[in-house]
């Protein structure tokens, strides 16, 4: 009867060994799926912080090539302006010219 009763106690307590060994092996398991879903989100997050990142880039280039051909069209409009100003001042001046010379 003791003998049977130490028995039980040392299957008991074998079995309370495995199922701790088995419980520290699925631990481990769980960790480590835990720490290669985390790498995976973060690549994840890595790659759409680049897409925005480089579609940021995108649009302020394209802001920046809209900015500077709004002010080449405006510098475009003044020197026409200037340039018709100073054909119609250089017309003047060969009238000028022109009635100098026939009196």
Known sequence: MILESL????????GAIE???NAKG????????????????????????QSQAEK???DAGEE????CQNIAN?????T???RKEAQKN???AKEFILHSLLG
Request: net charge negative; hydrophobic share 40%; proline share 0%.
């Open 7 to 14: 028995q039980k106690i040392k299957n008991a307590e074998t």
């Open 19 to 21: 199922r701790i060994e």
């Open 26 to 49: 699925e631990e481990i398991s769980i960790i480590e799926t835990a720490k290669a879903e985390a790498e995976k989100l973060l690549a994840e997050k890595i790659r759409n912080a």
């Open 56 to 58: 940021m880039r995108e």
């Open 64 to 67: 920046a090539r809209k900015e």
């Open 74 to 78: 405006e510098w475009e409009k003044g």
């Open 80 to 82: 026409e302006v200037i």
């Open 90 to 92: 250089l017309g003047k």
